[in-house]
């Protein structure tokens, strides 16, 4: 069964960084598209970053672009997110997720088929 389990999530200053871990079970994260997204309260939810299973660069948000990376390891079955120069608009609870047609290009606009419970992410002074 495809699992996947977040972490790495906190509270940060404003302009700080953290680094975010998905653990992947029942699945090659490696041969799959995976990505996160993101959900702050009363807002919808916003695609973040995804890679295609194919490989190539990630897919990034406008508001996120140039601040955040993205990747992924195959070895460890493992997705991560980079957060660097946070600010308090990236408060939101962050999921990784695989999206519903996991074998093209991915798009952030994507359905969602399966994530995890998700991580918190607190940006405040």
């Known amino acids: 069964q495809l699992q996947l389990v977040e972490s790495g999530g906190g509270l940060v200053q404003p302009g700080g960084s953290l680094r975010l871990s998905c653990a992947a079970s029942?699945?090659?994260?490696?041969?799959?598209?995976v990505g996160w997204f993101r959900q702050a309260p009363g807002k919808e939810r916003e695609g973040v970053s995804c890679?295609?299973?194919?490989?190539?660069?990630?897919n990034y948000a406008d508001s996120v672009k140039g601040r955040f990376t993205m990747s992924r390891d195959s070895a460890k079955n493992m997705v991560y997110l980079q957060m660097n120069r946070l600010t308090p608009e990236d408060t939101a609870v962050f999921y990784c997720?695989?999206?519903?047609?996991?074998?093209?290009?991915?798009?952030?606009?994507?359905?969602?088929?399966?994530w995890g419970q998700g991580t918190q992410v607190s940006v405040s002074s």
């Open positions: 997720y695989v999206p519903a047609r996991p074998f093209r290009a991915c798009e952030l606009s994507d359905q969602y088929a399966y």
């Open positions: 029942g699945f090659s994260v490696g041969n799959y598209a």
């Open positions: 890679i295609s299973a194919g490989g190539g660069m990630p």
